[in-house]
């Protein structure tokens, strides 16, 4: 299985050489094989990438990322047929009943409150927030129609990073987030193509112009993963580094996570994770659903 998370900065000149990524800096050349590359992040907008290339990288299924001039992702490379199966999972996906979707958009939401409680928790935050989140846990409803999920957040961003923070403000905290979950996001979306299926057709996230409702459904259980980096390693700083990014980058290649009392690569975390959402959603039965704990172990 590809495993390598390849970070570019400086070279501006990347094509194709016998299945290999060639990365041209100045004069010199790396070859890296395609095979063994997962994510694929281009931090330098006066790239050029061969048309051989980018179908080689779609090909093997690589996340590929493309950033701006702000460093911050801006577009993804997908392949136009991820799977053999792919019209047959996209009538089922079609399918989905109703009450399935609002059952797992339920278990979704009670699973990231129950992460952002553990982040607290490992961070030793106030004990009042967390026993108010834990009872938002036992308040969540089919397809959350109170907002329990809005009203934890923003007791738990607060908690977290202080009494004056404001999701998407532009900060170096917010830039962190956003960046991480870019990051985990894509490598949702190049999963959700490689299983066929389609990413704009999703659970409870519909926006029209979203192109990767699904992934958005499927991220929210692994944002507190990126909440606990940026806290421990970019709270108190003002500027958004390179340092920060190819750290948050390095969660994807460099961590496993839990999941049913054992520990995996995220990667592998997010396929389990999405096939038991299918099975919830094929069958209705809640008992079907697992997900990953915030628990984090180098590999």
């Given at each position: 299985m590809s495993h390598r998370v390849i970070y570019?900065?400086?070279?501006?000149?990347?094509?194709?050489?016998?299945?290999?990524?060639?990365?041209?800096?100045?004069?010199?050349?790396?070859?890296?094989?395609?095979?063994?590359?997962?994510?694929?992040?281009?931090?330098?907008?006066?790239?050029?990438?061969?048309?051989?290339?980018?179908?080689?990288?779609?090909?093997?299924?690589?996340?590929?990322?493309f950033c701006g001039i702000d460093h911050l992702p801006k577009s993804y490379l997908l392949p136009m047929n991820g799977n053999?199966?792919?019209?047959?999972?996209?009538?089922?996906?079609?399918?989905?009943?109703?009450?399935?979707?609002?059952?797992?958009?339920?278990?979704?939401?009670?699973?990231?409150?129950?992460?952002?409680?553990?982040?607290?928790?490992?961070?030793?935050?106030?004990?009042?927030?967390?026993?108010?989140?834990?009872?938002?846990?036992?308040?969540?409803?089919?397809?959350?129609?109170?907002?329990?999920?809005g009203l934890a957040a923003k007791m738990?961003?607060?908690?977290?990073?202080?009494?004056?923070?404001?999701?998407?403000?532009?900060?170096?905290?917010?830039?962190?987030?956003?960046?991480?979950?870019?990051?985990?996001?894509?490598?949702?979306?190049?999963?959700?193509?490689?299983?066929?299926y389609l990413g704009n057709f999703g659970i409870f996230h519909r926006g029209k112009q979203n192109m990767f409702n699904l992934a958005d459904d499927i991220i929210e259980v692994f944002r507190p993963i990126i909440d606990e980096y940026v806290y421990l390693n970019m709270k108190d700083d003002i500027i958004f580094k390179q340092k920060h990014r190819e750290g948050l980058i390095r969660l994807c290649s460099d961590k496993k996570i839990e999941i049913c009392n054992q520990q995996h690569t995220i990667t592998n975390a997010i396929y389990l994770y999405i096939e038991a959402i299918l099975k919830v959603l094929e069958t209705g039965d809640s008992k079907s659903f697992i997900f990953p704990l915030p628990y984090l172990y180098d590999i």
């Open positions: 570019i900065e400086k070279s501006e000149c990347l094509r194709l050489y016998l299945d290999n990524l060639k990365v041209v800096i100045d004069e010199d050349e790396l070859l890296i094989p395609v095979s063994d590359i997962q994510i694929l992040v281009i931090d330098n907008y006066k790239a050029t990438l061969s048309i051989q290339l980018m179908n080689k990288l779609t090909e093997n299924n690589v996340c590929v990322i053999f199966a792919q019209s047959g999972n996209i009538n089922k996906q079609i399918a989905w009943k109703d009450e399935n979707k609002r059952l797992v958009h339920q278990l979704i939401i009670k699973a990231k409150i129950n992460n952002q409680v553990e982040i607290l928790r490992k961070l030793n935050k106030s004990y009042n927030t967390v026993i108010k989140l834990k009872q938002f846990i036992d308040e969540v409803q089919l397809a959350d129609e109170t907002n329990r999920e738990y961003f607060k908690e977290l990073f202080g009494t004056d923070f404001v999701r998407m403000n532009e900060d170096v905290i917010n830039a962190g987030l956003n960046y991480g979950y870019s990051v985990i996001r894509s490598l949702i979306c190049s999963i959700i193509c490689a299983k066929g």
